[in-house]
């Protein structure tokens, strides 16, 4: 092997056992390795590579209390650091299934199970630090922001019949991507696909027809993928995209779930699937997978404020509508919106939404006096400030009093508001989501088109298109009773022509939502009851016909 110049290079190992930390230490010093640093815990990795970059960094996963190798390498890899494209080589005595997965999702150039040996890390560096130093002159001028010299010295190195020609046209094509160049990418891609299935080009298809805006083309490349490899989780993350650009929330859900199943290490997933779980009305997934990502946050430069705070709100509106489901995760929730503000930072509108949450899910929880308690404390810490960015708390609080049983405090709160804000377009958006009807122009169209759209596909009997419309609308107005009542009534002429199961749940559910915002003097109060009856008829003739 030529001289790769082990003796300038820098490392970095980073394991909790000082042991292991020797025994790495004397392998990379009898390869010849210049200089070696060594780090017991994760947050003491990040400092070291904060302060100066690293040629290579062996890092454990298991680091014990704190970050683990896995978050560690996450940072490095998504946050602007010196070492964010250093040689990353994880380390691990575990062989779960999960923690292989969740590792790979952020490309650690090498993976090494423990124990290693001398000559197995001699021959896994030698391979990579030989492909850096024949790459070296197209890192640089990436690094540089010089695609386009990128570009020629990639397109040079395939051309010279360099060993590494599959990873030049791998940074090719995401060169051209990058630029948006997309004859050219898809051009590479094919080159490599007319020798070999490699699935990284493959993947750079998928990219390519995505960009393209060929759904149905990117579609069949995925089924390709995955047919051949059903843990490809990059294929997944794209399958995905694909449908978020369909607007198919329904598919978006299920191919997060079939995701989070293989690799439920993954917070991004996770919380990917909490959200749109949520959106589409499926609350057990949603508190469930929230849950998780909450757990994952631990330690995670990817753990946020607002996912705490949804997985709360979720728990919330699952205990409204299914008590027992709800139970077992009112502690944690209560525990969640307890540290908000030790993890993510001290603020009056955060300790104040904090507390907002705390009363509900105390109110879950059957202790009215807590429940009080933490809403007078956040009422006395928002006080009677006129400060827009408090709208998002005050719109929590108008949330509160409702479910704790201060309707009349509620609507006057929800009056003072419209009062304030009448004629303020983008906050009245954001209080619609309160109203059972809308005072924002944009809202008030939506409502009338998606309206128009639903009711044409009703009058076609496609029922699924209809419900599917207005619940789109009801993500955004969650609280507008005609939506609601449009929504049950295609869901119940869908379960007329075949009963199922799962529908039936969701019509059930929608009820005990609606049933918990609608009074008797609503103009629609009528239209729901005889809804109510049809259904509990066609659940009534449906029991009556399996028991024969």
């Known amino acids: 092997m030529a001289d790769l110049g082990y003796y300038k290079m820098h490392a970095l190992i980073v394991d909790d056992f000082e042991n292991f930390r020797g025994t790495l230490y004397k392998m990379l010093m009898d390869l010849g390795i210049g200089n070696a640093d060594s780090a017991a815990s994760g947050e003491e990795a990040l400092r070291f590579c904060k302060a100066r970059s690293y040629d290579i960094i062996l890092c454990d996963n298991n680091l014990g209390k704190g970050k683990s190798g896995q978050q560690v390498l996450e940072e490095l890899r998504s946050t602007d650091n010196p070492c964010s494209d250093s040689l990353f080589i994880l380390v691990s005595a575990e062989n779960s299934k999960g923690t292989i997965m969740a590792a790979y999702d952020y490309e650690p150039d090498a993976y090494l199970a423990k124990p290693i040996t001398p000559k197995a890390l001699d021959q896994r560096l030698g391979r990579l630090i030989e492909q850096r130093v024949e790459l070296k002159a197209v890192h640089a001028a990436q690094k540089s922001g010089d695609d386009e010299l990128a570009i020629t010295l990639c397109k040079e190195l395939v051309a010279s019949g360099s060993r590494y020609a599959n990873a030049c046209q791998k ?127 631990e330690n995670s430069c990817f753990d946020k404020a607002e996912v705490h705070s949804l997985f709360a709100q979720t728990t919330i509106d699952l205990f409204s509508i299914d008590k027992e489901l709800a139970k077992p995760l009112i502690r944690e929730a209560i525990a969640c919106v307890n540290n908000l503000e030790e993890n993510f930072g001290k603020t009056n509108l955060r300790k104040v939404e904090s507390l907002l949450l705390e009363s509900q899910l105390q109110v879950c929880a059957g202790d009215q006096r807590r429940a009080q308690d933490a809403l007078a404390s956040a009422q006395s810490s928002l006080g009677d400030t006129k400060d827009e960015d408090a709208l998002s708390v005050q719109i929590e609080l108008v949330r509160t009093l409702r479910f704790i049983g201060k309707t009349d405090d509620a609507q006057r709160l929800l009056g003072d508001l419209l009062h304030r804000y009448a004629g303020k377009e983008e906050q009245l958006q954001r209080l619609d989501v309160l109203l059972d009807e809308p005072r924002s122009e944009k809202n008030k169209l939506m409502v009338a088109e998606i309206n128009k759209k639903g009711i044409a596909f009703y009058n076609a009997k496609d029922f699924t298109a209809a419900a599917d419309a207005f619940k789109t609308a009801l993500q955004k107005l969650p609280n507008h009773i005609g939506l609601r009542l449009n929504y049950v009534q295609a869901m119940i002429d869908k379960l007329k022509t075949r009963f199922e199961s799962s529908v039936s749940e969701k019509i059930q559910q929608t009820f005990t939502k609606t049933s918990a915002i609608i009074s008797q003097q609503h103009p629609q109060f009528q239209r729901y009851r005889q809804l109510n009856d049809v259904y509990n008829s066609l659940v009534r003739a449906y029991e009556k016909d399996k028991r024969g």
């Open 171 to 297: 940074l090719l094509g995401q060169l051209y991507l990058k630029k948006n160049n997309l004859t050219a990418a898809e051009a590479v891609y094919r080159a490599v696909l007319d020798n070999r299935e490699l699935e990284w080009a493959q993947l750079g298809m998928v990219k390519t027809k995505l960009a393209q805006n060929d759904l149905l083309g990117a579609q069949q490349w995925l089924e390709n993928i995955l047919q051949a490899n059903p843990l490809c989780m990059k294929a997944y993350d794209l399958q995905a995209d694909l449908y978020k650009l369909q607007n198919d929330s329904e598919g978006l859900q299920n191919v997060l779930q079939k995701a989070t199943d293989i690799s439920p290490l993954s917070i991004l997933r996770q919380q990917a699937l909490g959200d749109v779980a949520q959106q589409n009305n499926d609350l057990v997934t949603a508190a469930n997978a929230l849950k998780r990502a909450v757990k994952l946050g």
